[in-house]
C-alpha cells in the first residue's frame, strides 16, 4: 500500500505565500519524477510543476519564478514554495510520484488534494 499525503493549503491573501508539503509513505522501493498539478473550479487539472530524483525541474508558464518545487529523498517528501499568489491560482492542488514496489513498475499515485484559495 502506498499513500501520497499533502498539507499546506488554506486561504491567502493575494501577494501571499503558502508552502505545500506531500509525504510518500508505505511499501516504496524508489520513486521517480514527483509533481503538483492543480484542478479549478470548472477546469481541467492541468500540471504546476514537476522535480526528477536529481532536482531537475519543469514548471508551467503560469507559474514560473513565482513558485519553486523541491524535494528530499530522503523523506520521500516533495515540496511547492507558492510565492506572490493571485487569485487565479485558487484551485485544489494535488501531488503525484511515479512510485515502483517491489518486483513492480513503476505507476501513478495521486493525493487526496488540497484547497488552496486566493482572494483579492
Known amino acids: 500500500q502506498v499513500q501520497l499525503v499533502e498539507s499546506g493549503g488554506g486561504l491567502v491573501q493575494a501577494g501571499g505565500s503558502l508552502r505545500l508539503s506531500c509525504a510518500a509513505s508505505g511499501s516504496i522501493s524508489s520513486i521517480n519524477a514527483m509533481g503538483w498539478y492543480r484542478q479549478a473550479p470548472g477546469k481541467q487539472r492541468e500540471l504546476a510543476a514537476t522535480i526528477t530524483p536529481p532536482g531537475s525541474t519543469n514548471y508551467a508558464d503560469s507559474v514560473k519564478g513565482r513558485f519553486t518545487i523541491s524535494r528530499d529523498n530522503a523523506k520521500n517528501t516533495v515540496y511547492l514554495q507558492m510565492d506572490s499568489l493571485k487569485p487565479e491560482d485558487t484551485a485544489v492542488y494535488y501531488c503525484?510520484?511515479?512510485?515502483?514496489?517491489?518486483?513492480?513498475?513503476?505507476?501513478?499515485?495521486w493525493g487526496q488534494g488540497t484547497q488552496v484559495t486566493v482572494s483579492s
Open positions: 503525484n510520484a511515479q512510485i515502483r514496489r517491489a518486483w513492480s513498475t513503476y505507476t501513478n499515485y
